[in-house]
């Protein structure tokens, strides 16, 4: 059974920074690309980020570029979100998914359910 757990979302004033975690369990992490998709209310999902499975090959909205960083922890099974520059436009849940390498969600076989991020002006 697949499994995408998401952590670290929180409330953060404008230009602050937070690190959100998924960490995957039933699927072969080492070799499955994952990427982060947001929802804000009343807004469809939206790409966010992308990694590959071996972590040398990342995309970006552009949006987050230059922003936020995704990386990964093959021994840890776990993906990040680094989020620094925070707007209040980044306000959403944000939610992990496997494995493709697809800026389209229905690409996704699996998904987490998600953390809320709250960016204050």
Avoid at 1 to 11: F, K
Avoid at 19 to 25: D, E, V, Y
Avoid at 46 to 63: C, L, M, N, P, Q
Avoid at 84 to 89: A, G, M, R, T, Y
Wanted: charged share 20%; with cysteine; proline share 2%.
């Amino acid at each position: 059974q697949v499994r995408l757990v998401e952590s670290g979302g929180g409330l953060v004033q404008a230009g602050g920074s937070l690190r959100i975690s998924c960490a995957a369990s039933g699927l072969p992490f080492s070799t499955t690309a994952l990427g982060w998709f947001r929802q804000a209310p009343g807004k469809e999902r939206e790409f966010v980020a992308v990694i590959g499975w071996s972590g040398s090959r990342t995309y970006y909205a552009d949006s987050v570029k230059g922003r936020f960083t995704i990386s990964r922890d093959n021994a840890k099974h776990t993906v990040y979100l680094q989020m620094n520059s925070l707007k209040p436009e980044d306000t959403a849940v944000y939610h992990c998914a496997a494995d493709s390498t697809s800026r389209d969600s229905r690409y996704y076989d699996y998904w987490g359910q998600g953390t809320q991020v709250t960016v204050s002006s």
